[in-house]
């Protein structure tokens, strides 16, 4: 067995750790069940509603092909990377006094914790180039799979024990809103040390690259979605599941609203996302390493198919129109919120194949010389695509969830369709 540098094992080490604590984090913030749960107390809108994870997604990509621009010359780019980790702690600290002390203005403080998130989700979005970058040049593709399986396998098991310690504070006799600030605080914490983490890995320099600028990247899009196929059929793929997210934040906020379900079931369905994943890591790992991460993304957009067919199955079998009026029953409301977890099983299995099997396929499609290039214009033009549960949520409120689902499930089954035109050996 060939003897490991030192220093890239002590690389490695501070990058499992940082997605270890980074999982914590995203498990005490998540945006489909804790944030959506938060925004449906305060009584918001299903535009709203489906404009958190938008946010936390879609942000978080948006100035990506900005910060290529920048980036690509550096010869390091962690730098960056530790000047934007300061500014998301910040930011998750300014959520947390939001939400103690505005809560009794549900207007004021929807607004000012969304323009919160907004500058969160953009600071992310300037580091999430630079954390590429850096694990690209600190872990070698051989070890990659093993690399985000690792990380995705540890985080999962956290990212559960946050579930349920979730689960154990919104049922606990804490009064809202200091359920949430609690819950906050948690993730705030769990960021902050996951940042540091990631900020004392060691980088080597990159060979100077030409400087650049904003429109040199924008002129760059057209020419390399023309020449390099590959690239173009993952873009198509990745914005045809962009828009088959649009379901996504309205699974909890439809078993709340429609199937009322009790709201300690929020905690049950956060568990269950975080529970099933690092099992469903586990499988994904293992088809990463024989057959690559393509059947990876193709596997994962089946799974995602099934899960808003289950919410409309369950919404048709125990909704008011076919329930009448057993449907208030407490007992019914109980069986139909353990049923419905099925639905959240199907989405994670899907969530953690697709955010193993998207890293590792850029990367493995990305030429090192372009790879600043590559990485902004993909996430950057999926950015704008991942805003799209807020038209989810304006379909919603319009004519119903079930008409939202159903768009949902189209548009992961064409997503199965076009991933047969990706790079077989990426």
Sequence with gaps: MPEIDPAEAQNYRWGIVNGFLASTGDGFFNASVVLAGFAARLGASNAVIGLLPAIAQGGWMLPQILVAAKVRALPYK??????????????????????????????????????????????????????????????????????????????????????????????????????????????TVAYTIAYTAFGKVQEPPDEVQPVSDIRQELRAIPQLLRLDAHFRAFLSVRLILAFASMADPFYTVYALRELRVPSSMLGVFLMTITGVAPLSNLLWRSVAERKGSRRIIRYSAAAAFLAPLIALGLGWWFGPSHAGSEVSSAARQSQVGWLYLAVFVMSSVAAQGFNLGHTNHLLNISPPHSRSRYIGTLNTLVGLALFAPVLGGVIADQTSYSVVFWLSAALFAAAWWQCGKLRRDA
């Design 78 to 187: 962690l730098p960056v990377y530790r000047s934007s980790a300061s500014v998301r702690i910040g930011s998750y600290l300014a959520m947390v006094l939001i939400t103690a002390f505005l809560w009794e203005s549900p207007a004021l403080c929807l607004s000012l914790f969304i323009a919160a998130m907004s500058v969160n989700a953009l600071a992310s979005g300037v580091s999430g180039l630079p954390f590429l970058e850096v694990v690209s040049k600190t872990v070698p593709p051989q070890r990659r799979a093993a690399y985000f399986g690792l990380r995705n396998l540890g985080g999962g098991l956290l990212a559960f024990a946050a579930g349920l310690i979730v689960r154990w504070i919104l049922g606990s006799g804490l009064a809202f809103p200091y359920t949430y600030v609690l819950i906050f605080s948690l993730a």
